[in-house]
């Protein structure tokens, strides 16, 4: 280490570190041979495998249009959030098979997998999408039912007699 005689060496020294660090962690993009970018998508019980190219924005879910198998517009708005706060609307195709839990949750699978993919494939999209909370598993699952309860939590109903 060089002699530091004065506050401004030390810190001109920890500039030079700080900028080194910062530039360490430049993310490739990772495309196969087709150009598409894989993730995985995760949500309550459902698993969504999802692959993104460059395109018009077409979605389809298990070989069906996103508005044929998400009918509610909340489900399709779900959807579409990843690409928003991207900014990234209609440039994308999506082709995603989905599997377990119900509507709800694999809406949320098939965004949080869009949102993997699309940090996979363009790395700048990332700080906007990891602010938004969309890299971020939901961890919340339903819990388990207890033995001497009615559900995982509500008690018999009580009966003095």
């Known amino acids: 280490m060089a002699d530091l005689t004065s506050l401004d ?9 700080d900028s080194a660090a910062a530039a360490a962690p ?4 990772k495309r196969d041979a087709l150009g598409r970018s894989y993730a995985t998508g995760k949500r309550k019980d459902a698993v969504a495998r999802v692959w993104i190219k460059p395109g018009s924005g077409k979605v389809v879910v298990n070989g069906k249009d ?6 509610r517009p ?4 779900v959807i579409g959030q990843a690409f928003t706060v991207a900014g ?10 989905v599997k377990g839990g119900g509507l709800s949750g694999q ?9 993997q993919a699309l940090s996979l494939y363009e790395p700048s999209l990332r700080p906007a999408l ?3 909370g969309f890299l971020t598993r939901d961890s919340r699952v339903v819990e388990r ?3 001497g309860k009615r559900k995982a939590r509500r008690s018999f109903q009580f009966s003095k007699r």
């Not at 430049?26 to 993009?29: F, Y």
């Open 66 to 71: 996103m508005n044929a198998y998400f009918a």
């Open 88 to 97: 990234v609307a209609g440039e994308f195709d999506v082709m995603a098979t």
């Open 145 to 147: 039912k207890k033995y």
């Open 9 to 17: 060496q030390l810190k001109d020294s920890v500039v030079g570190i």
């Open 107 to 115: 809406a949320g699978a098939v965004k949080h997998g869009i949102s």
């Open 130 to 132: 990891k602010a938004a």
């Open 74 to 77: 909340v489900l399709q708005m």
């Open 26 to 29: 430049v993310r490739e993009p």
